[in-house]
């Protein structure tokens, strides 16, 4: 399956505006440099903006980074270019846009202080300029620190869930008479990797009940985020980390740990979800570092 890429979706717009942007100057009369044409023309096709890729080459360029900071590195350039056509007043507006989206309010002082020091056109031009550029790393920041965390996360999801398929493979091949997960009251038949694996599956299944509530329907922090989405991999980190909770709290219920024991295979499987949707006490945590990523950013 092919798909666009939210980010191609964003660069590929960010382009038409700057194919915009010089026909408006060439239309006032602006000389283009033909270096800057054809660096526009070529933008697009170096960088497949127009392309929907497979969906594993997609997630490949999500998380790696290189291509989207290679894009819009290529995209600032040409904005910085056509900015240093414009007039001055034009500039300093574009400037103070920037500054406002990217800019704290510290930031956004100096960068009025600078523009009062000198009132000539030209050097308010260059304060404009600069700030721009500025206010382009400080973007560029933020969203690789995003990506940064969405790997992160990642990451150690899957290092989760390897570790599960490990742990059912040693109980099933090493360890085929022993039970990690202890018998209920009334004794299964069913192997004991089988009730590892049941276990893990139910527990799976809490933690996606847990994210379903806790992002998507509850949820009002990531509504509305303009680049970057934390939800798909909190959900994949909840999964994952059901599995797990529900094996650690069915074996301290099972062998009389906590309280009792359970009777069934039913009550095993209840245990188990249960015990995964209780992986909201652990993950609420990430969840709250990640608002306040997303707070800070502005995303």
Sequence with gaps: MSVMAG???????????????????????????????????????????????????????????????????????????????????????????????????????????????????????????????????????KHEGERQQERGILEIAAGLVLAGIATVLIQALAFPDERLIPQPAQPTAAAGWAVLCLVMLFGMLGGSFSALISLYVTNKTFTNTFWFDP?????????????WTAVIGVIAVGSGVVVGTYTSIASLILLAFLFGYGQQAVTVFMDCKVEALLRENGS
């Excluded at 350039?77 to 846009?97: C, F, I, M, N, S």
């Excluded at 304060?127 to 550029?133: E, P, W």
């Excluded at 798909?232 to 994952?240: G, H, Q, W």
């Design 7 to 141: 980010w191609k979706v964003l660069a590929r717009n960010r382009a038409a505006l700057l194919e915009d942007d010089m026909a408006t100057l060439e239309h006032a009369g602006v000389a283009i440099p033909p270096e800057l044409k054809t660096q526009a023309a070529k933008l697009r096709e170096q960088h497949h903006l127009d392309e929907r890729l497979p969906v594993g080459r997609r997630m490949s360029e999500r998380l790696g980074g290189a291509e989207i900071n290679l894009t819009w590195d290529d995209l600032h350039r040409l904005e910085l270019a056509l900015e240093g056509l414009k007039q001055p007043k034009e500039v300093v507006d574009d400037a103070k846009r920037h500054a406002k989206a990217e800019f704290g309010t510290d930031e956004w002082k100096q960068f009025l202080i600078d523009l009062q020091k000198d009132p000539d056109a030209e050097a308010r031009k260059k304060v404009g300029l600069r700030t721009i550029r500025t206010a382009h790393a400080v973007a560029e920041a």
């Design 231 to 243: 939800r798909p991999s909190l959900t994949v980190m909840k999964i994952a980390s059901g599995l």
